[in-house]
T-cell receptor, first 111, second 113 residues
Framework: KQEVTQIPAALSVPEGENLVLNCSFT??????LQWFRQDPGKGLTSLLL?????REQTSGRLNASLDKSSGRSTLYIAASQPGDSATYLC??????????FGKGTKLTVNP | DTAVSQTPKYLVTQMGNDKSIKCEQN?????MYWYKQDSKKFLKIMFS???????INETVPNRFSPKSPDKAHLNLHINSLELGDSAVYFC????????????FGEGSRLTVL
């Protein structure tokens, strides 16, 4: 059974800092992995989708990497801004038609 | 235009009542989902429909019954509501049976008193 863990559960950084969020999964036989952002009281917004054949994906200041063999993914946020404050969730698709989510990392970027 | 829209956004009701949440997507996707986010913010899949066919039904009590009249709509009906049903219910959609990029609605917060 796939399990997804995100560490840390919460992170507080000063504005401008580069940061890394971590996601680990127990079953390396995955189809793809997605990173989402959730703002309070809102739905989830897909940030990056990495297929199992890819090592990384980039969008603006965000870069997600995938290492299937070690069961890890990281989300790198460059030059963080207060508007990046949100909960970031990682979700793994093992090819069984459903995503398994981690519990998220709550990020606070202080001005 | 909102890609995935859910109604109502908030729902407060008494134990034992029956309620429905509606979801519509205008993205042309063929797969829709219901997810439940509990008080600890853990998100877990409940149901998935592909072209109106139920493809995932995750150990959810029979009191929960999804209905998909067409591939753009997926509704969730809950009978005999219990306190433990209080949560935020999210609708989502994607293209294809094995989810690629998932698009979520803003959620429906259900509170059972």
């Amino acid at each position: 059974k796939q399990e997804v863990t995100q560490i840390p559960a919460a992170l507080s950084v000063p504005e401008g800092e580069n940061l890394v969020l971590n996601c680990s999964f127990t079953d390396s036989a995955i189809y793809n992995l997605q990173w989402f952002r959730q703002d309070p009281g809102k739905g989830l917004t897909s940030l990056l989708l990495i297929q199992s054949s890819q090592r990384e994906q980039t969008s603006g200041r965000l870069n997600a990497s995938l290492d299937k063999s070690s069961g890890r993914s990281t989300l790198y946020i460059a030059a963080s801004q207060p508007g990046d404050s949100a909960t970031y969730l990682c979700a793994v698709n093992g090819g069984s038609e459903k995503l398994v989510f981690g519990k998220g990392t709550k990020l606070t970027v202080n001005p | 235009d909102t890609a995935v829209s859910q109604t109502p956004k908030y729902l407060v009701t008494q134990m034992g009542n029956d309620k429905s949440i509606k979801c519509e997507q205008n993205l042309g996707h063929d797969t829709m989902y219901w997810y439940k986010q509990d008080s600890k913010k853990f998100l877990k899949i409940m149901f998935s429909y592909n072209n109106k066919e139920l493809i995932i039904n995750e150990t959810v009590p029979n009191r929960f019954s999804p209905k998909s009249p067409d591939k753009a709509h997926l509704n969730l009906h809950i009978n005999s509501l219990e306190l433990g049903d209080s949560a935020v219910y999210f609708c989502a959609s994607s293209q294809g049976r094995s989810p690629g990029e998932l698009f979520f609605g803003e959620g429906s917060r259900l509170t059972v008193l």
